[in-house]
């Protein structure tokens, strides 16, 4: 990872724009030499700069209607396509199974302890209004990702 992160960061500093200072030298015999270090003697700091304006990177036009082949547009709608209409579906059939697999009403009233419980007792009401909150909270959460699918197939229709 540390090779990665070297290659990147060189990388990157290919692509500064380039500016260097140097230094012109004279030494005691009046002859002049240019270098990246200071002068011991007499001399002058010289910077450098690139000789054509266009040397900076060009900045992308703010049209969006020219996005290429791969653009964002394209990557949301293959995104939408591949993972999140898939995953919504499979999430509103995972909790279908989870609310079928939950004991519903029909469960308290029936077997042994129904029949020594008498029917108004309040183990079996409190078993009802159980079942009917868990129901109540199943369909809610159906409903909701059911409009989540909805949306997401819908910005995929417009893309």
Do not use: H, Y
Not at 39 to 47: H, Y
Not at 76 to 101: D, H, M, T, V, Y
Request: proline letters at 6%; aromatic letters at 6%; a positive charge.
């Amino acid at each position: 990872m540390n090779m990665f992160r070297f290659a990147v960061c060189a990388f990157a500093l290919g692509f500064l724009a380039p500016a260097w200072a140097i230094n012109k030298c004279i030494d005691d015999k009046g002859k002049v030499s240019f270098q990246d270090a200071p002068c011991i003697g007499q001399g002058e700091k010289i910077e450098v700069r690139p000789a054509m304006k266009g040397a900076a990177p060009a900045q992308p036009s703010p049209s969006t209607s020219q996005e290429g082949a791969f653009g964002p547009s394209w990557q949301r709608k293959n995104q939408l396509q591949s993972q999140g209409i898939p995953q919504a579906r499979a999430a509103i059939e995972r909790n279908q199974r989870e609310c079928a697999a939950t004991p519903q009403e029909g469960v308290a009233q029936s077997g042994p302890l129904r029949r020594s419980l008498s029917s108004g007792s309040q183990f079996a009401q409190e078993q009802s209004a159980n079942a009917a909150k868990d129901k109540a909270a199943c369909d809610a959460r159906i409903q909701e990702l059911r409009e989540q699918l909805k949306s997401l197939e819908g910005e995929l229709s417009k893309l």
